[in-house]
Structure formats: C-alpha cells, structure tokens
C-alpha cells in the first residue's frame, strides 16, 4: 500500500499489528519507505526511532533464540537509507546528517547504496573564527539581516586616467 502512494494505509495495518504479531524489520521499513516516498519525512524519523528504541529495549532484556524467531525487528541499512534518500532529494542536510550519526550510534554498517548515501552528505561547515569578534557593522549594514558578501580584492587597483586636456572647466 505505500508503495501505490497511501501511507495511511500502511500505518494502519502496521497500527493493526499491534504486538501479535509483532512487527518485524520489513514491516518497518516498508513503513518507512511509504511515509518518505509521501513526504512525510518527520513521520518516517519517527518510526525509525521507535525501531532503534525497540531494538535497544529488546538488547537490555537479552535476546534469546524465540526472539529472532518471532521476528525481532532490528535496524538495517534500508531503514536508514529508504529515508536518507528522500532526504537527500529535498536537501535535508540537516536531517540527513543526523540520520548517518544514529545509524553510526545503532551500529549498523552501510551497503553500498547507504554508502553512496553517506558519502553525498557534506560535511557540516564548522567555523573555526566563531569565537572571533565579527566585523562591526557600519550604519549601513545594521538594516540588512545578513552580512554583505565580502568584496573581490583585486591585486591591482582600477587605473584612473585624467586628461587635462579634456577636463571641463
């Protein structure tokens, strides 16, 4: 159902499934998918965490042979990359980077799709100066919001002819 464009469907029997059977990690990155696909990319962040936090709870309880056999839903590259994807297409950097440190923290190694993913992320541009003074403003730049770009520096100033020939007096 997500992939025909209606995540509401997909939520709902993911809803349904409620614990019996318990949802395994297809069935949450089906659900993933079909919330990113849509646009609803807050959505589908939100059912990735509730997958890490449920993995994380059954590693504290000790998981035991039942466990895989039920279907233990655990994270995988295509839950991250089904939205990482997305993000990247709507340039959701932001989102995309903090995705690429929970699949890190989660432990959870690429495939070569997630890989590509992860290497279109840029890197997040810290400024070293940040605790350096700024220039101060002068009067004209205190209206503007952002500050002006810096001017081209140039190695020679313009020339500057004057023709006393041709000078009006």
């Known amino acids: 159902a997500g992939h025909a464009g209606r995540p509401e469907e997909a939520e709902a029997h993911f809803a349904a499934m409620g614990t019996s059977p318990r ?5 949450y990155n089906s659900l ?38 039920v279907g233990l839903a655990r994270p995988t590259a295509k839950s991250f990359s089904s939205l990482l994807g997305f993000c990247l297409e709507r340039k ?20 070569a799709i997630a890989q590509r993913q992860l290497d279109q992320i840029p890197a997040e541009q810290h400024h070293h100066h940040q605790h350096q003074p700024r220039h101060q ?23 500057r002819y004057s023709n006393p020939k041709n000078e009006i007096k």
């Open 137 to 159: 403003p002068n009067t004209a730049d205190t209206n503007s919001k952002r500050p002006s770009p810096p001017q081209p520096r140039h190695k020679y100033p313009p020339r």
């Open 92 to 111: 959701d950097l932001v989102r995309a980077r903090r995705l690429a440190e929970k699949m890190k923290r989660a432990r959870v190694a690429p495939d």
């Open 32 to 69: 993933i998918e079909a919330l990113a696909r849509n646009g609803q990319l807050d959505k589908a962040e939100r059912v990735l965490d509730s997958l890490l936090r449920h993995t994380h709870t059954a590693d504290n309880r000790g998981s035991s042979s039942t466990d895989d056999r």
């Open 23 to 27: 949802p395994d990690t297809n069935n």
